[in-house]
């Protein structure tokens, strides 16, 4: 299967821990998107990247947030010191860049519970 | 600031009825996509509108999208049962000729469709 992946799917953390998630975008994918939704809300975008740029951050991205895509392949999301209210899906998406459709294709999500 | 929303939030089918889910924007959005979120699973791309009048149809789903009214419609058609779903539409906006990559998506429509 060659769609995005995320990894870990579920994770479970205590409040105040730190948790990192990964995701591996279609691999000619030079667009990366990272995106938070909660329960019975639409995705709301956090950060994206081109190539290894990180091109824009929500203002929902606060300090405890920070994302990278260091080569320019899969990129890391990191959460310091979880709050409860981060409990959400966290969904990465990648894409082409063009003048045409830049559709965005989603991966599976990674649920993160803070207890 | 981009915003969309979408009516109904909830809308109850029986098969075989036809109905429409109606997505307003508030600015100018140069491009307009649907997805397709199944319970616990990521989002499926069904649709990308790219301009005024544009229409796109597979299967029993047709969108459409008038840009001077701010709004795109996805229209079912004979509904099946296989269609219950939520179903997003996003907005993202354009600068000079490449995407500014950030989608922004409306609260959602949970269809059910009931025998």
């Known amino acids: 299967d060659t769609g995005v992946s995320q990894d870990p799917r579920h994770k479970i953390t205590k409040r105040g821990q730190n948790v990192t998630f990964r995701c591996d975008p279609i691999?000619?994918?030079?667009?990366l998107y990272w995106y938070r939704q909660t329960l019975g809300q639409g995705p709301e975008f956090l950060t994206y990247f081109q190539n290894e740029a990180q091109l824009e951050k929500s203002r929902l991205l606060s300090d405890r947030f920070s994302a990278e895509r260091p080569k320019g392949s899969f990129s890391t999301l990191e959460i310091q010191r979880t709050e409860q209210g981060d409990s959400a899906m966290y969904l990465c998406a990648s894409s082409l860049t063009g003048p045409i459709q830049e559709t965005q294709y989603f991966g599976p999500g990674t649920r993160l519970l803070v207890l | 600031e981009l915003k969309v929303e979408q009516n109904p939030l909830f809308l109850s089918m029986q098969e075989g009825k036809n109905y429409t889910i109606y997505c307003n924007y508030s600015?100018?959005?140069?491009?307009l996509y649907w997805y397709r979120q199944d319970p616990g699973k990521s989002l499926e791309s069904l649709f990308v509108l790219l301009s005024n009048g544009a229409v796109k149809q597979e299967g029993r789903l047709m969108a459409s999208l008038d840009t001077k009214a701010r709004l795109s419609t996805l229209h079912i058609t004979a509904a099946v049962h296989d269609l219950s779903a939520t179903y997003f539409c996003?907005?993202?906006?354009?600068?000079?000729?490449?995407?500014?990559?950030?989608?922004?998506f409306g609260q959602g429509t949970i269809l059910t469709v009931h025998p």
């Open positions: 996003a907005g993202g906006l354009n600068a000079g000729g490449t995407s500014y990559g950030k989608l922004t």
């Open positions: 691999s000619e994918h030079n667009r």
């Open positions: 600015t100018t959005s140069d491009r």
